[in-house]
């Protein structure tokens, strides 16, 4: 038997405590990389260093894209990382005296030093928006990829920013008071056009290939969102004489915006083939629903009647606004 005094012991334990540590750091750091992301602009070389978690770039490629734009750049999840980025960008603007143009244009820069990548070629599929820790963490994208994180940084930063989507393409736009070239008006304000694909385009300036399009200015959504699905089952009562229907409906409410509903209900209509008439309907209790979160709700006993066309309508109301719409087929049960 070897016996140990306690010094000795504490000694051990030491070793084999700051042991387990090491090993947790390190089987952390596997499931991380380290980017860096390198580019010029004003004739100097810069160079910015992010750790990039692979478990949450999974999370995201799980992550629904069924959603508006604008909610992209304002994703809640990968705030810590685009304000490191704002945070960075700043101190390099400072530490090279550059005014709040050509800061702007160093982030542009680097932006636009990414490699351009398609959909079909990376995803599969023809359209594949991602979020900006994706576009970092793949380190490129297509258009829209490249405006929304754009957009994302620079925001951060305080630029008021705007996405651009055009015909079959998508840029940034800022408001920026000495800005010159070509811009687009919303709420009374000139959003500047800028690329984000490329090399070397200004504050203003629209490539010959897009100019002429139509285009939509798309602001920066920071509010819950949420997608609707729904499944309808019947039922007829015991009574045959009876010309009721009972209808239950579940529905699947996921969060995809980019803020937290509280107070959340759902509108659920049995609407009727006649005109401002509805057969039954349901309003829940609020709900609280989280970015991401998703929950069930299920309500029975509604009523249609047999031989009536119907249809199933879902509303998603928040604080009086409507986020999220859902509305069926016309069906016909029973004769």
Known sequence: MVCLSTPSLVLLM????????????????????????????????????????????????????????????????????????????????????????????????????????????????????????????????????????????????GYDSVLIQLEDHMAVAIHFKEGTGDYYSLEGKRYYYLETTGNDWVLGEIPTEYQGQSAKPLPLVYEPSVSLKAGVETEFYDDPDDREVKITVSVDVTNIGSADARGLQLYIYIDSDESDKVYDQYVSPRYDLDVEDDMTVIKSDLNAYKGKEYRIVIEAVYHGLLIGELTGDWERVGK
């Not at 992550?63 to 810590?80: C, E, I, L, V, W």
């Not at 959909?119 to 258009?143: K, W």
């Open 14 to 157: 030491r070793k084999y405590l700051l042991s387990v540590l090491l090993l947790t750091v390190l089987t952390t750091n596997l499931l991380a990389k380290t980017e860096f992301y390198h580019w010029e602009y004003g004739g100097n070389k810069y160079t910015i260093e992010a750790q990039l978690s692979e478990d949450t770039y999974r999370f995201y490629r799980n992550r629904s894209r069924d959603r508006d734009y604008g909610f992209y750049a304002t994703d809640p999840f990968d705030d810590k990382l685009i304000k490191n980025f704002a945070q960075s960008m700043g101190r390099l603007s400072r530490k090279n005296d550059l005014t709040a143009l050509d800061e702007l244009y160093l982030v542009i820069a680097f932006i636009q030093a990414l490699p351009y990548t398609t959909d079909i070629v990376t995803t599969g599929v023809g359209e594949y928006p991602r979020f900006p820790f994706e576009t970092l963490f793949e380190n490129g994208g297509d258009c829209e990829d490249t405006a929304i994180l754009a957009a994302a940084i620079l925001t951060e930063m």
